[in-house]
């Protein structure tokens, strides 16, 4: 903890360090499952075709794991990391439709009522809850804001 | 029959008058349209699968199962019904049949547990032991994304993925495909019942029927060129394919109608359907209509419009490939 805490006070982060919170990190938040990571050319393995916009974009590597809220909502975390911001930037722009929510998390974000998508430098971080709740979208944000701290 | 005429109504091309039917004149005019040369698409719906929660109700989920396959074989009862659709040689010889599902979208996008399980206990009431059903995917996480665990066991139903059986070593071609294919399909299973779930499809433009076949060969990435076309059709022509998978149960009960094929909960929609059919093609078409439909209701632009229609349903359907027909006056879609 103490490393931890020396880095962050520094802003220098370790690269590729893990951005995955751990559980309690975030109030409610529990990771239930290992952090799975894909290389460029094994992500079809992961999300088939929709790799190739991915890969098109410059992704490097994409690293996913599960979470749970208050054991009851069950949530995904896609951490893509690309070769550039302007990857990260075209992937978020990409999907985003005139419903979504813009919020200040990393660089650029969106909300919807499930979901959440930011972006920070060259990572692009997807939120994805299977579960539409009252209190989801409040309990995404907390997480993505977990996320981008370690970021 | 009052039940049957209540439910069944002909749509699209069929343009049959079944209202005074008896259930052996209904399966007999079944047999008069295949003879006619025309593919059957069952579309059976039922508005309240859902009630007011994300999964669907499981005796729902089970009926639903039922009518679809009785309007399909013309058959009332499920047990008759499915020794329509399973070979009664297969079972007496304790064969084993595959049931090939779809987790890929992970939780939120999979084929519902609740409808294969379905599956799997009308093939056990017409003799299929449980050690002879085999529930299986790309890899255990797709599998365990569906709600499944993963068992060897023979005492019970298995459950395993392609990765864990391995693959042929000899490679198999066929036009641009050049794969190898999961033992699973090869030397485990006689039949292998298609479960794939509706999902629009960021470079194919639609997944169903024939695209959950890429879930069966060792590398799957090889074959998304080009919109898929014609790796999707080449694929489906490989004989083992095209001999043992001839039966599809497709889920359309939830479905993406955009940012497919992953999931996508802002772009989710509940056709609360099953799509049953032994012509792949077909049910591919019926699938990409589906999918416009739902995306005009929504402003979005057609599949075409947005650079990626599915072109593989005609490869699929050309005199080259011949797996069945994409003309909609060739199919007899009938919804219940």
């Given at each position: 903890m103490m490393i931890v805490a020396a880095v962050a006070s520094t802003g220098c982060k370790k690269k590729g360090s893990d951005p995955f919170p751990a559980s309690g990190a975030v109030a409610g938040w529990e990771k239930t499952a290992e952090t799975r990571t894909f290389a460029a050319k094994n992500l079809s393995d992961y999300i088939d075709g929709d790799a190739e916009q991915y890969i098109s974009a410059g992704v490097i590597s994409t690293s996913t794991s599960d979470y749970k809220y208050q054991g009851q909502l069950e949530a995904t975390v896609d951490v893509h990391t690309m070769s550039d911001p302007a990857g990260a930037r075209k992937i978020l722009e990409t999907g985003v439709t005139s419903d979504a929510k813009r919020i200040a998390v990393g660089d650029e974000c969106v909300q919807y009522a499930q979901s959440i998508t930011f972006r920070k430098g060259t990572r692009l971080v997807r939120i994805v809850a299977y579960e539409s709740t009252a209190d989801g979208p409040q309990a995404l944000l907390a997480l993505a804001h977990g996320v981008e701290a370690k970021l | 029959m009052e039940s049957r005429r209540d439910f069944l109504k002909v749509a699209a091309t069929g343009a049959l008058a079944l209202g005074a039917q008896s259930k052996l004149g209904f399966a007999r005019i079944l047999d008069q349209h295949a003879a006619a040369g025309k593919s059957r698409v069952v579309i059976a719906r039922d508005a309240a699968l859902h009630g007011t929660g994300a999964q669907p109700d499981e005796k729902r989920v089970s009926a639903l199962l039922d009518r679809a396959i009785a309007a399909y074989t013309?058959?009332?009862h499920p047990a008759e019904a499915w020794k329509r659709i399973v070979p009664a040689n297969l079972v007496s010889e304790g064969k084993v049949i595959g049931l090939k599902i779809n987790?890929?979208?992970?939780?939120?996008?999979?084929?519902h547990q609740a409808l294969v399980m379905a599956v799997a206990e009308r093939l056990q009431q017409i003799g299929v032991k449980p050690g002879n059903i085999v529930i299986w995917d790309q890899n255990d996480h797709f599998l365990e994304a569906c709600g499944f665990t993963i068992n060897t066991n023979p005492s019970h139903i298995r459950c395993y993925s392609r990765d864990q059986a391995g693959f042929e070593d000899q490679q198999e071609s066929w036009g641009t495909a050049r794969i190898r294919i999961t033992k699973i399909l090869?030397?485990?299973?006689?039949?292998v019942i298609n479960m794939p779930i509706l999902k629009d499809h960021s470079m194919a433009g639609v997944t169903f029927a024939m695209k959950?076949?890429?879930?069966?060969?060792?590398?799957?990435?090889?074959?998304?060129?080009s919109g898929c076309n014609p790796g999707v059709a080449d694929l489906n022509c490989i004989p083992v394919i095209r001999e043992k998978v001839h039966f599809t149960i497709g889920d359309a009960m939830t479905s993406v109608?955009?940012?497919?094929?992953?999931?996508?909960p802002e772009r989710l929609w509940q056709p609360n359907a099953l799509m049953v059919g032994e012509d792949r093609v077909a049910l591919d078409q019926i699938a990409w209509q589906m999918i416009e439909r739902k995306r005009a209701e929504v402003g979005m632009p057609t599949l075409t419009a947005a650079g990626r229609p599915p072109r593989y349903i005609a490869t699929a359907a050309d005199q080259a490939h011949n797996l069945g027909v994409n003309d909609p006056q060739r199919i007899h879609l009938m919804e219940v």
């Open positions: - | 013309g058959r009332e987790g890929l979208g992970g939780k939120g996008i999979c084929t090869t030397r485990e299973c006689a039949m959950n076949m890429y879930g069966v060969v060792d590398r799957p990435q090889d074959l998304h060129a109608y955009d940012g497919g094929p992953g999931f996508h």
